[in-house]
């Protein structure tokens, strides 16, 4: 039902973060997206099998801002799933809450995406494929 996606990455200055990732031989997978409906801007980079993804504020209404204060950077974990509805229902039955319903995603051609906590504290954001 869920296959790995990427890691989530909270950073102040996407520029500076992608210079750095770059260095560490991560290679852009696609191109700087915006996203007004999620307020932020963000890209998609590679090292072999693993992706990240680096995520930008917007404004100070993003919800990135929230993890910079904490000092979080590492903040979600994406898998994909076949049917977004089916697995959020059986992660709820699992003890998850839902914390951002179902939107259509920028940086996944208009698919929807939802996020969601699990039990142990981990936020989880699901794309439908």
């Known amino acids: 039902m869920f296959k790995f996606h990427h890691i989530g990455l909270a950073c102040k200055n996407l520029e500076k973060e992608i210079k750095m990732h770059e260095k560490l031989n991560y290679f852009r997978e696609s191109q700087i997206f915006e996203d007004a409906n999620q307020k932020i801007k963000g890209v998609f980079m590679k090292n072999g099998e693993f992706r990240i993804e ?4 917007l404004n100070k209404d993003s919800p990135i801002n929230n993890y910079l204060k904490k000092g979080i950077r590492m903040y979600h974990q994406c898998f994909t799933t076949e049917n977004l509805d089916v697995a959020i229902k059986f992660l709820i039955n699992e003890g998850a809450v839902l914390v951002a319903e179902p939107i259509e ?4 051609n208009k698919r929807k995406i939802a996020f969601l906590y699990l039990r142990t504290q981990m936020l989880i954001e699901l794309i439908e494929e």
């Open 54 to 57: 680096l995520l930008e504020a």
């Open 105 to 108: 995603a920028v940086a996944f």
